[in-house]
Nanobody
Framework: QVQLVESGGGLVQPGGSLRLSCAAS????????VGWFRQVPGKEREAVVC????????MYSDVARGRFNISKDTVDNTVYLQLVGLKPEDTAVYYC?????????????????????WGQGTRITVSS
């Protein structure tokens, strides 16, 4: 059984930092691209950043550029999203998702429909 479990969300003041985790079981992330998406009520799910199977990061969201950093721990089979300088507009539910890719491919996608496995989401609220 494949599971992606996000953690690390919470309430943070503007300017604060958080680190989200996406722990995978049942799949080997060496063969998957992992994307982070976020969603606020009434809006479509937005692609934030992706890390390819070869560990190259692809930043999709301009608002995240320079503030968010994605990394992968192959030993723990976990992807991390470090967020700094958080703003109220970053308030959302953050999801990680996994997309199987060919061996040796660093392919990523910003389209949620391409991802097969999803976590349950972790909520970030940025407020003073």
């Amino acid at each position: 059984q494949v599971q992606l479990v996000e953690s690390g969300g919470g309430l943070v003041q503007p300017g604060g930092s958080l680190r989200l985790s996406c722990a995978a079981s049942g799949i080997n992330l060496d063969y998957y691209a992992v994307g982070w998406f976020r969603q606020v009520p009434g809006k479509e799910r937005e692609a934030v950043v992706c890390i390819g199977s070869l560990d190259d990061a692809v930043m999709y969201s301009d608002v995240a550029r320079g503030r968010f950093n994605i990394s992968k721990d192959t030993v723990d089979n976990t992807v991390y999203l470090q967020l700094v300088g958080l703003k109220p507009e970053d308030t959302a539910v953050y999801y990680c998702a996994a997309l199987q890719v060919p061996p040796g491919s660093n392919y990523c996608s910003r389209l949620s429909k391409h991802y097969k496995y999803w976590g349950q989401g972790t909520r970030i609220t940025v407020s003073s």
